[in-house]
């Protein structure tokens, strides 16, 4: 099992940024995903979570109205659409399944999350 997110970058405040995670490995097309980041000195704190149907999705009050999570379970691919970036935005930003058949999201802890990929740097400007 292998998760890949690719995306980030260095953007201005108030530019977008998409963010994309393939799974590979295993279809994780009945499994919840989310997204996670973690700034410099700071603890990994929850972004956004999309149930494995794709029919429910979370998000941290951050993030709210700008952030847009969603998945494609044929290409066995989570997103995370950014809009309107803030410097405080700025972190390394981690993919990651919940191991559980068909569950749901209870915790929003990166503890309820089996599978994580390697992170990508997303960095904003001011």
């Known amino acids: 099992v292998q998760l890949q997110a690719y995306g980030g970058g260095l953007v201005q405040a108030g530019g977008s940024l998409r963010l994309s995670c393939l799974a590979s490995?295993?279809?994780?097309?009945?499994?919840?995903m989310g997204w996670f980041r973690q700034a410099p000195g700071k603890e990994r704190e929850f972004v956004s979570a999309?149930?494995?149907?794709?029919?429910?999705?979370y998000y941290a009050d951050s993030v709210k109205g700008r952030f847009t999570i969603s998945r494609d379970n044929a290409k066995n691919t989570v997103y995370l659409q950014m809009n309107s970036l803030k410097p405080e935005d700025t972190a390394v930003y981690y993919c990651?399944?919940?191991?559980?058949?068909?569950?749901?999201?209870?915790?929003?802890?990166?503890?309820?999350?089996?599978?994580w990929g390697r992170g990508t740097q997303v960095t904003v400007s001011s």
């Open positions: 999309i149930s494995w149907s794709g029919g429910s999705s």
């Open positions: 490995g295993r279809s994780f097309s009945s499994y919840n």
């Open positions: 990651a399944v919940k191991g559980t058949y068909r569950s749901g999201i209870y915790t929003y802890t990166e503890e309820e999350f089996d599978y």
